[in-house]
């Protein structure tokens, strides 16, 4: 049964930072695309940030581009979303993915989810 586990969000202050972690079980974590993606309150879910299979380059949205890094820790079973310069409009739940597409920015090509974790940024 494969689970994925976000922890690391909470209330922040804009400008503040976060980090976000994902673990993973019940897969072959090496051989799975993550990636992390958002949903505010009456808004769809959107990309956030996945690596390319080398780990070489990772995509990231426009409107994170440079305030947020993606890490992963395959030893761990892990990947991490660190989230700098916190704005208000980064308020959302914040959910990581799995899936067999590397970089994909579509959150079709993910099939296993975790439950998410509420960022909320304060102005």
């Known amino acids: 049964q494969v689970q994925l586990v976000e922890s690391g969000g909470g209330l922040v202050q804009a400008g503040g930072s976060l980090r976000l972690s994902c673990a993973a079980s019940g897969l072959t974590f090496s051989n799975y695309a993550m990636g992390w993606f958002r949903q505010a309150p009456g808004k769809e879910r959107e990309f956030v940030a996945a690596p390319t299979w080398s780990g070489s380059n990772t995509r990231y949205a426009d409107s994170v581009k440079g305030r947020f890094t993606f890490s992963r820790d395959n030893a761990e079973n892990t990947v991490y979303l660190q989230m700098n310069s916190l704005k208000p409009e980064d308020t959302a739940v914040y959910y990581c993915?799995?899936?067999?597409?590397?970089?994909?920015?579509?959150?079709?090509?993910?099939?296993?989810w975790g439950q998410g974790t509420q960022v909320t940024v304060s102005s």
């Open positions: 993915a799995a899936g067999l597409r590397w970089a994909s920015r579509s959150r079709f090509e993910y099939d296993y």
